[in-house]
């Protein structure tokens, strides 16, 4: 009996791992997903904003508005489900 509560706790155990790592992989694969969809007119900023770049850098990089930049930056973050880091 005591050997089958074992077993029992590492399968629910294996199961709540996998459960977390499907859930992982679903949410990346929605952001590439979702990276698919975008305009190729903004593609080069969302790469930017998905690698932690600032807003002055992606709009200066990209010929765009800062506030289409932050829309981008936001959107990417959201679509990672994370925050990115500010670099220049």
Known sequence: MRQTRHLLDELRLSHDQLQAQVKTLQDELHALRAA?????????AVALAQRGYDVDAIAERCGISIAEAQLVRSLSSDAKGEQGNDRA
């Open 36 to 44: 698919c969809q975008v305009s190729p007119m903004y593609s080069e």
